[in-house]
Each structure stands twice: as C-alpha cells, then as structure tokens.
C-alpha cells in the first residue's frame, strides 16, 4: 500500500471508534462509517465563507458548501483535523492559542449518502465554527478542490440549500441559522 494512502478509521452505526484503519476507497466503496469535520467561518459581520466545490470533484461538483469540509484521518481529532483543514484549504492560520469564542464545536450530526453502488457516504460529522474576519482576497484556495468562495448571510444560504445549490449534506443548516440569527 502507498504511504500516501488515506487511511479513516472505521467507525460502529453509533459512531464509536473501532480503532481499525481503512483507506478512505474502501470505506466508500463498502459504506462503512467514519468522521469527518464541517468548519463554518464567520466575520463580524455574520456572514458565512462559502465555497462552490471545483467542477473536478468526485462527488457533488459545482455545488456550493460550507467553509471547510474533510474527512478526519486515522489517529487524528476533530478539532486538530478541522483545524488543519482550515488552514489547507483555504489558508488560514490559526493562532497557537485559539479562543472558544473563537473556535467552536456546535455540534455532531450522521448523514447517509448514496452516491453511486460504488461510493456510500456515511459519516458522522463534528461541526464547528471558527470567526475571523479574513478579507477573501487574503485566502490562499485549494484550487484543486474550490471553484470559488464568497461570503453570504445565513438567511441567503438557506435560500440556496433550498434551491438545491448546497452539497446534499445539509444537517448543519438550521444549527447556524438559529446561531447567526440571535445576534
């Protein structure tokens, strides 16, 4: 096997670690569980930095998603993974000392997706959010991944999941609606 090889560790329907690695084609190939992470960046101004996925990728291409997305590789955390996701997909550096304020969970959701007979996305996911008032011109894309991102208010990216401009993975939505709506 190649050292480069995405390993996730396989996860039980409750979403408890089984402690067994597996590449991440396996896992979607037999749809097995497994974790991965939704980071949802906020300006001061509430509005949330979204990314519409590259005409280029496996699933879902050219539909719109949160800030940050990504599988949490065997061995690793959802917060040091999220982290990390932040900082390679879109460039951002987080200080050493990161605030709670600043960085943080919101909750845990399992979504169920069938692809194709070759590709089942069941994952359970770790939401969080992370301020910062980052100018876009200033983010470093993974373009690769990312056709483009922008900043919207939560009311207009509720309208989009509505309109099926979204990922289908939409669990989120209503959890950063209530968030954003109460300030």
């Not at 039980?12 to 979607?28: D, I, L, S």
Request: proline fraction near 3%; aromatic fraction near 12%; charge should be neutral.
């Amino acid at each position: 096997m190649e050292s480069n090889t995405e390993m996730l560790e396989v996860l039980n329907e409750n979403g408890v670690g089984t402690g067994r690695p597996e590449t991440r084609e396996n896992v979607h190939k037999q749809g097995l569980w497994h974790r991965a992470i939704l980071v949802a960046i906020i300006n001061d101004d509430n509005k949330i930095l979204i990314q519409k996925r590259s005409q280029n990728k496996e699933k879902f291409p050219g539909l719109w998603d949160l800030s940050v997305a990504g599988h949490v590789p065997f061995g690793y955390d959802s917060v040091s993974c999220a982290a990390s996701e932040v900082m390679e997909k879109v460039g951002i550096m987080l200080p050493k000392r990161v605030e709670i304020r600043d960085f943080r969970f919101m909750t845990s959701f399992r979504s169920k997706l069938f692809i194709s007979d070759k590709f089942i996305e069941n994952q359970f996911y770790d939401f969080f959010l992370y301020n910062t008032n980052i100018p876009i011109e200033q983010l470093h894309i993974q373009k690769k991944e990312v056709e483009g991102v922008r900043y919207a208010s939560a009311f207009v990216i509720k309208q989009m999941v509505e309109r099926g401009l979204f990922h289908p993975r939409t669990e989120w939505i209503n959890v950063l609606y209530n968030y954003i709506t109460k300030f």
